[in-house]
């Protein structure tokens, strides 16, 4: 009988936040294979607000913005490792062929990283204000 009343006491809570990421990993791996731009970009903004919204709901961060600005670091710094080494223009002369069109790729995850970070920015500030 005890088991019972112990299990009527816990409020069950979901979070909305497991979808969301499932949505942004594929709507990002889908835009980045198709090589369609905005729908990578939507798709990377999505998982990093994502992945930062959990980190925050489950305690594990006080604040999301830094956390998001990490991942969008993360992102800009791939997305020109990636643009940098199909172009020829970086990585200390290593370049990849662009036949598969990694610099558009790598542009798209670039611009999504810089988005990321700039939401980050602005959210830290509203937030303080």
């Keep these: 009988m005890t088991d019972r009343t112990e299990r009527a006491d816990r409020v069950g809570s979901s979070s909305p936040w497991p979808i969301f990421v499932a949505l942004g990993v594929v709507l990002s791996e ?6 369609v731009v905005p729908i990578a970009v939507g798709g990377l903004l999505l998982l ?8 925050r709901e489950s305690g594990y961060v ?3 913005w830094p956390t ?14 990636l643009y940098g080494a199909s172009t ?8 990849v ?11 798209a995850i670039a611009v999504a990283g810089v988005v990321t970070v700039l939401g ?6 509203r937030t303080a204000a």
């Design 97 to 107: 062929a662009d036949r598969y069109g990694l610099s558009s790729r790598g542009f």
């Design 68 to 81: 998001l600005a990490a991942f969008g670091a993360l992102l800009t710094l791939s997305g020109v490792v």
């Design 62 to 64: 006080s604040s999301p």
């Design 30 to 35: 889908t835009g980045i294979v198709v090589d």
């Design 88 to 95: 020829g223009d970086g990585l200390a002369g290593v370049s």
């Design 48 to 55: 990093s607000a994502s992945v930062a919204g959990i980190l």
């Design 120 to 125: 980050a920015v602005a959210g830290r500030y």
